[in-house]
């Protein structure tokens, strides 16, 4: 183990929740939740439409309050977190964008350096140079004055990861971050994720093709929509069982050296 694996492995945990219940209305979608992301780690949560992914993440970021439970980022009670402390911490991409006021791609990765602004103060060359550099990590070096408006769905999809990664969080929470993008800007993101975990970050993200979690990830969460969940190494949590009873249809899994996925029978 090298000297920087060894830091992280004395530390706590980025996110830990227990006993974590998520519920809307009287549907109790996730029952008794109790895992960790450990420091250097990718986590995706897999599940059908309406089993909760979205609202779990909402609720590990504190955007809405646990029916049961408790969370802790970096050892520390979630509740117990100044909102602006935290977001230095912890980063949402959530699962849609809004644009409601007219801005430029560069205007809008740098909302990312907000938490590290003081207030009344402006965004100065350093903060500049980190959202340039984020967008030339989404591929997106010639598009700082383009009007949001005039993007496509993939291309401001990658100008969000942008503003995340502007952000400079130790801990990101990712709605679906490969949604509305081409099969080559899906791997070339789940990369630069992968790589920020490999330097220390820790992610979770939800996604719905298993097989690009079986390649970037080192754990599953399974959300089954009833209440019941099952999480553990990749490995083991993404089988041809396991996917099946998810999505609830029959699915065979194909191997090719060290890649695998899952396509429907």
């Given at each position: ?71 802790a980022i970096a050892g520390k009670p979630l509740e117990q977190w100044p909102r602006r402390e935290l977001a230095r911490r912890l ?175």
């Amino acid at each position: 183990m090298n000297a920087a694996a060894t830091a992280a492995a004395v530390q706590p945990a980025l996110l830990e929740c227990s006993n974590l219940e998520v519920q809307v209305a009287a549907r109790r979608l996730v029952d008794n939740l109790s895992f960790t992301v450990p420091r250097g780690s990718v986590t995706c949560m897999l599940g059908c439409n309406g089993a909760g992914k979205t609202l779990t993440l909402h609720t590990l970021a504190g955007l809405r309050a646990a029916a049961a439970g408790a969370i802790a980022i970096a050892g520390k009670p979630l509740e117990q977190w100044p909102r602006r402390e935290l977001a230095r911490r912890l980063g949402l991409l959530t699962q849609t964008t809004e644009d409601p006021f007219p801005s430029t791609v560069i205007e809008c990765a740098l909302v990312g350096r907000h938490p590290h602004i003081g207030f009344w103060q402006w965004e100065n060359d350093t903060d500049r140079a980190i959202a340039n550099s984020a967008l030339a990590a989404v591929g997106l070096t010639d598009f700082q004055s383009r009007d949001v408006a005039t993007l496509s769905g993939g291309e401001r999809r990658r100008v969000a990861i942008a503003a995340m990664l502007t952000q400079d969080p130790d801990l990101m929470l990712l709605d679906e971050p490969v949604n509305h993008l081409d099969p080559h800007q899906q791997i070339e993101v789940l990369r630069l994720l992968r790589a920020r975990a490999d330097a220390g970050s820790s992610v979770l993200m939800s996604l719905h093709d298993a097989g690009l979690a079986a390649r970037f990830a080192d754990q599953a969460l399974l959300l089954f929509g009833n209440g019941e969940w099952l999480c553990g190494p990749t490995q083991d949590v993404l089988t041809e069982a396991t996917i099946s009873r998810l999505y609830g249809i029959p699915v065979i899994q194909l191997s090719w050296g060290e890649g695998r996925t899952f396509v429907a029978r």
